[in-house]
């Protein structure tokens, strides 16, 4: 059973990426008129309008849009084919499912529970996966499904495996919340949907463990955090979002680490509401985020 949010019945959001080019505006909300649709909203940008990239993002909301959906889907094709531009369609009624992976730290889980319950992200959550069990009661306590697949040892592939076979067909994004595993770029490949970390402060410093000690004996004014998508370069993928906050001589590693989960909250929210929202496109190893 497919699962609509009734406010954004009838809306599509069509995503644009490629070469900038005289026309591409005029094609586009041409498309959109030819199929008796209205313009609910239009962002777009340039990074240089002779010869650079071109980025649009349009929300048009057409009355009886499933039935109408293949055929508009069919004439985007033939429309953008001689401008030689990437596009996607999407169903914005339609929650995008969203699987988490988490360890031990449990701030940034349960805040996208919470907000997920509170009706704040538009995404269904069919599974946590954890490598740990003590968060199990509080997920289910939320009615959402556990599973619990141990990771110890160098060799990760069995997990992985274990993983990938769960995540299979089932989700459309993953999101690690403090998921303290490295992954495989085999795992990356097989998983096949775009995977979003939270990292704490700005990449790539105070990498590994005790990232906020260290932080307090380097004496820093500002910390943060950082999500991004995972690549096989660890955590030098796309940056999705960031933010800091200001911090002093008298803040301790564990106020340091107490101000810093709640900038990782926020950021990985904001994070996963974009990307839901298809308000997040890839170029290179950057973002345009509208």
Known sequence: MTVHNEALRDHACLIVHGPDQPGLVAAVTGLITRHKANI?????????????????????????????FEEIENDIATTLEPYGMTWRLTDQSVPKRMAVLASTSDHC??????????????????MVISNHTNMAEDVRSFGIPFFHVPSQGPDKSAA???IVKLLAGNVDFVVLARYMQILSENFIDDVAVPVINIHHSFLPAFIGAGPYRKAKERGVKLIGATSHYVTKDLDEGPIIEQDVVRVTHADSAADLQRRGADVERAVLSRAVLWHAQDRVIRHGNHTVVF
């Open 160 to 162: 992985e495996a274990e």
């Open 40 to 68: 609910v909203s239009l962002d777009q940008y340039s990074d240089n309008p002779e010869g650079g990239a071109f980025f649009q993002r349009v929300v048009f909301h057409r009355p009886n849009l499933t039935a109408a």
């Open 109 to 126: 889980l349960l805040d996208l529970l919470w907000r997920h319950r509170r009706g704040e992200l538009p995404v269904s959550i069919p």
